[in-house]
Every structure is written in C-alpha cells, then in structure tokens.
C-alpha cells in the first residue's frame, strides 16, 4: 500500500484565489510528521509547513495551511491567495518512527499552476 | 548562511564511467540522505546516514555507493554498475526536533 497518496495530478487555480491540494496517508505509528515541499522548475525542494500527528491545531505558516484530518488521515494543503510564483509541483510527504524516525516517504506531487 | 551543497548542478557521464556527486552542510545535523528523481516522479531513497560512519541502503541502493567521514560530508558515487543513472539527485540533511528534512539544489546527471 502506498504511504503517501496524491490523487491530484495536475491543478489550476484563479491568481488571488485559495487552492487545495490533497494529500492521504497510511501509518500505524502513533508518532508521524506530516510535511509540505515546493519543487518549482528550477528543482529544488522548498519546505513550506510541518504538522506533528499529536498537534491539535492546524498548521500555518504564512499562506500556507495544513488541514489535519487524523481520523481521515488526511493532511491537505491550502494555500490562499494564490500568486503566480506558486505554480510548482507540491509533494507531500511522511516521517515515521517518532522524531528520530529515518523512515520519510513521498508522494507522486501535484503540479499546481496559477493563471493569471 | 546556513544550508546544503550539491555540486556539480549538471552532470555528463559516459557510459562505464564512476562519478562522485558532492553534498554538504553547515546546518551540524546527524543524518543526511540521498534521493533521486526521475522526470514526472516523486522521490526515490537511495542511501541514509544517521551517522558519522554509518548507513544504510534505501529502495534503490543498487549501483550507488556512499561514504560517511565527516557529519558535514555525504557524498554519493554513481557506479558504473547503475544501469540507468541519468536523473536528478537531492541530497537533504534532517533537523530536530521536529525531523524536517531541507534540501540541497539538485545534481543532475545525464550519461551520454
């Protein structure tokens, strides 16, 4: 089974309008992070937001927002007011095992596109 | 500033040829890891260090080598026994306490 699933391959979203991006996960750990990276065409892989499976709340960071669905193991992002500088792939991403866990895996990505 | 070193950022190999891609980090944590991406793919574990000295293969270690000398130091040789290495190498170190891991550039490898 996959760890990490990404059921959006591709997506276009309205520049200034808030876009998800989905994401589901498959862990019996107790303890997991959660992340968020940006990989725009240049290919470097940019962390945009971490959440931890005992956080209550949800995490933001700046435009960026997880929505943390732990019964639905679901973590999607939402980013708001969409600029063009988001067109990019987004990968979301596990870690398994705690916080000395090595155990990370990946999703296929979501390439975003924001239209003018 | 602190970060992560990938060089070279473009790579060209003949085929049977061995080629050593760097990494390195200021950022003083343990365990670094190596990646690789192949075109519309998400990413592939190759090796992982938790270490100075240590690591361990991941799901496609086969045809890669890694050394461990210095916690600042990861770098990955690409043998000639990988039988199809062109593709896009990441290198990423983990920080605490929440495990986030940060990324190099990217070294891409193309064999002519």
């Known amino acids: 089974a996959q760890k990490i699933t990404q059921t959006q391959p591709g997506m276009f979203v309205q520049e200034k309008e808030a876009v998800t991006l989905d994401c589901t996960y498959d862990t019996s750990d107790q303890s997991y992070g959660l992340f968020w990276y940006k990989q725009p065409s240049s290919g470097e892989m940019i962390f945009l937001i971490y959440?931890?499976?005992?956080?209550?709340q949800n995490a933001t960071e700046g435009r960026y927002s997880l929505n943390f669905q732990k019964a639905r193991k679901s973590a999607n992002l939402v980013i708001s007011a969409s600029q063009l500088g988001d067109s990019a792939m987004y990968f979301c991403a596990m870690r398994e095992g705690g916080w000395t866990g090595n155990q990370f895996y990946f999703g296929t990505g979501t390439s975003l596109t924001v239209i003018p | 500033d602190g970060g992560i070193t990938q060089s070279p950022k473009y790579l060209f190999r003949k085929e049977g040829q061995n080629v050593t891609l760097s990494c390195e980090q200021n950022?003083?944590?343990?365990?670094m890891y190596w990646y690789r991406q192949d075109p519309g793919q998400g990413l592939r574990l190759i090796y992982y260090s938790q270490i100075v000295n240590d690591f361990q293969k991941g799901d496609i270690a086969e045809g890669y080598s890694v050394s461990r000398e210095k916690k600042e130091s990861f770098p990955l040789t690409v043998t000639s026994a990988q039988k199809n290495p062109t593709a896009f190498y990441l290198c990423?170190?983990?920080?605490?306490?929440?495990?986030?891991?940060?990324f190099g550039p990217g070294t891409r490898l193309t064999v002519l």
């Open positions: 990423a170190s983990m920080g605490q306490p929440d495990g986030t891991q940060y």
């Open positions: 950022l003083n944590h343990d365990a």
């Open positions: 959440q931890g499976s005992y956080d209550e």
